[in-house]
Nanobody
Framework: QVQLVESGGRLVQPGGSLRLSCAAS????????MDWFRQTPGKEREFVAS????????SYADSVKGRFTISKDNAKIAIYLQMNSLKPEDTAVYFC???????????WGQGTQVTVSS
């Protein structure tokens, strides 16, 4: 069974930077998009950023635009999230997702905790 494994989350001070990574345990076919989401206790999971498999299109939540950058490595089936100028409100568990045109259509990672605090 394919697994997505996130890494890179940790405690960081406001204004700092982090780079999250997400890698698939094995090859996934028919990918069309890869996403990052985040979730805080008591709230719904919210969209952060996405990138199409061909790399042509990226999209960001307004709250992270200009601070976060999504990128990918097709050969490794990996996606990354470079987070700069971090704010306390960026504190959340960050999840990666891979979208495919074939069943099961969605793969999710287990999440990595990012805490922004002084």
């Amino acid at each position: 069974q394919v697994q997505l494994v996130e890494s890179g989350g940790r405690l960081v001070q406001p204004g700092g930077s982090l780079r999250l990574s997400c890698a698939a345990s094995e090859r996934i076919i028919s990918i069309f998009r890869m996403d990052w989401f985040r979730q805080t206790p008591g709230k719904e999971r919210e969209f952060v950023a996405s990138i199409t498999w061909d790399g042509v299109s990226t999209s960001y939540a307004d709250s992270v635009k200009g601070r976060f950058t999504i990128s990918k490595d097709n050969a490794k089936i990996a996606i990354y999230l470079q987070m700069n100028s971090l704010k306390p409100e960026d504190t959340a568990v960050y999840f990666c997702a891979v979208r495919t045109t074939l069943h099961p259509y969605n793969y999710w990672g287990q999440g990595t905790q990012v805490t922004v605090s002084s």
